[in-house]
């Protein structure tokens, strides 16, 4: 079974940056797609960054520039640098994996517990 671990999520004051991580095990296979959603309090999870199973990367608009998603084959780990960060990016962030990209939630089998980021002054 395929599982998802999150870290690095953490409080920051606006126009800082934090880096979170996505440890996959599991998974034998090269075409995995794996990214990032997150969820606001109130709010329907949104897609954030991902990689498809071929590795093309897809961002929402609203951190394009500032978030990239980058991959450690070696220790089988996806990260998400995020710079920039605004009030707007408090969320809980998920890392999900599966056979393809979707940006639809329910499209992907497989989530992590969750990593709280919360960006306050």
């Known amino acids: 079974q395929v599982q998802l671990v999150e870290s690095g999520g953490d409080l920051v004051q606006p126009g800082g940056s934090l880096r979170l991580s996505c440890l996959v095990s599991?998974?034998?296979?090269?075409?995995?797609?794996i990214g990032w959603f997150r969820q606001a309090p109130g709010k329907k999870r949104e897609g954030v960054a991902f990689?498809?199973?071929?590795?093309?990367?897809f961002y929402i608009d609203y951190v394009k520039g500032r978030f990239t998603i980058s991959r450690d084959q070696a220790k089988n780990t996806v990260y998400l640098q995020m710079n920039s960060l605004r009030t707007e990016d408090t969320a809980v962030y998920y890392c999900?994996?599966?056979?393809?990209?979707?940006?639809?939630?329910?499209?992907?089998?497989?989530w992590g517990q969750g990593t709280q980021v919360t960006v306050s002054s």
């Open positions: 599991g998974f034998t296979s090269d075409n995995l797609a």
């Open positions: 999900v994996a599966g056979p393809y990209y979707s940006s639809i939630p329910g499209d992907w089998p497989y």
């Open positions: 990689f498809s199973s071929v590795g093309k990367p």
